[in-house]
């Protein structure tokens, strides 16, 4: 049996005050079943472990270097988010990858570089709406996910999986519970064949999850939580949400 994992993506979002009002509410919402963790601005990491230190809440980051250490202005490592306590670290966001130019390849050594400090890569791979109306969705999030299987070799039944179709993400557009379960039931048997685990490992569905569509969603055989961007930042919908997956 797999446990639900609900992770709240916070992107450029938030404020000392607004990180504190949201967090005591999600501590004080406890318990509400399942792993739950979030994701913020590498600049709130610490005062988010802080918070959050001794509740069963778990946080991350949004992005981390593939470089161990070095001469890499503005990138953060993965040590140092260790050092900062971080279980998850998000890797190949579609906006990373769209606004950034991430290739498949720095995706696969990001994950690489966490899972060596001991941090959860939550590897995202989706498709654009080009894509989909293409008819290339399985060719598009298999190779994305093969190149970060490839390079984890036998680490790779230790990741996490965020399947978020492009056009879903921030537009209110959500995939349907079946569209969004036939892609994880591929994502699954892709996983399972390369590590053996895939009935183990956790895949979440993220783009407009909302505490009205999250059971529906949650309730697919191969979808095991959720990843929030919009409605993270809002503690009642946020633990909705958990609680939809439970
Ligand atoms: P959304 O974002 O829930 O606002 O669609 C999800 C994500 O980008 O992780």
Same mark, same amino acid.
């Given at each position: 049996?797999?446990?639900k994992?609900?992770?709240?993506?916070?992107?450029?979002h938030?404020s000392?005050?607004?990180n504190a009002?949201l967090?005591?509410?999600?501590? %004080? $919402?406890?318990p509400? =079943?399942?792993?739950?963790? *979030? +994701? @913020?601005?590498?600049?709130?990491? /610490?005062?988010? !472990?802080?918070?959050?230190?001794?509740?069963?809440?778990?946080?991350g980051?949004?992005?981390?270097?593939?470089?161990?250490q070095?001469?890499?202005?503005?990138?953060?490592s993965?040590?140092?988010?260790?050092?900062?306590?971080?279980?998850?670290?998000?890797?190949?966001?579609?906006?990373?990858?769209?606004y950034?130019?991430?290739?498949?390849?720095?995706?696969?050594?990001?994950?690489? %570089? $966490?899972?060596?400090? =001991?941090?959860?890569?939550i *590897? +995202? @791979?989706?498709?654009?709406?080009? /894509?989909?109306? !293409?008819?290339?969705?399985?060719?598009?999030?298999?190779?994305?996910?093969s190149?970060?299987?490839?390079?984890?070799?036998?680490?790779?039944?230790e990741i996490?999986?965020?399947y978020?179709?492009?056009?879903?993400?921030?537009?209110g557009?959500t995939?349907?519970?079946?569209?969004?379960?036939?892609?994880?039931?591929l994502?699954?048997?892709?996983l399972?064949?390369a590590?053996?685990h895939?009935?183990r490992?956790?895949?979440?569905?993220?783009?407009?999850?909302?505490a009205?569509n999250?059971a529906?969603?949650? !309730?697919?055989?191969?979808i095991?939580?959720?990843?929030?961007?919009?409605?993270?930042?809002?503690a009642?919908?946020?633990?909705?949400?958990?609680?939809?997956?439970?």
């Open positions: 049996m797999r446990r994992l609900v992770v709240g993506n916070w992107k450029m938030g000392r005050p607004a009002e967090l005591a509410a999600l501590v %004080a $919402a406890r509400y =079943g399942g792993d739950v963790a *979030v +994701c @913020v601005p590498f600049v709130y990491i /610490q005062e988010t !472990a802080a918070t959050l230190a001794g509740s069963d809440l778990r946080w980051a949004q992005d981390v270097s593939a470089h161990e070095g001469a890499y202005t503005g990138e953060v993965a040590a140092m988010l260790a050092e900062c306590g971080c279980r998850y670290a998000l890797v190949g966001h579609s906006e990373r990858r769209a950034h130019g991430e290739s498949d390849a720095l995706v696969a050594g990001k994950a690489q %570089a $966490a899972l060596a400090r =001991g941090i959860t890569p *590897v +995202c @791979v989706g498709e654009t709406l080009e /894509q989909r109306d !293409a008819g290339e969705t399985e060719a598009v999030v298999k190779r994305q996910l190149v970060v299987i490839h390079q984890l070799a036998h680490c790779a039944s996490v999986v965020a978020e179709p492009v056009w879903a993400i921030g537009t557009r995939a349907t519970p079946e569209q969004a379960q036939s892609v994880h039931a994502l699954r048997a892709q399972q064949a590590t053996g895939g009935e490992m956790r895949i979440l569905y993220g783009g407009s999850v909302k009205d999250a529906t969603l949650f !309730a697919q055989p191969d095991d939580g959720g990843l929030i961007g919009g409605a993270s930042l809002k009642a919908d946020f633990i909705a949400i958990c609680r939809a997956a439970n």
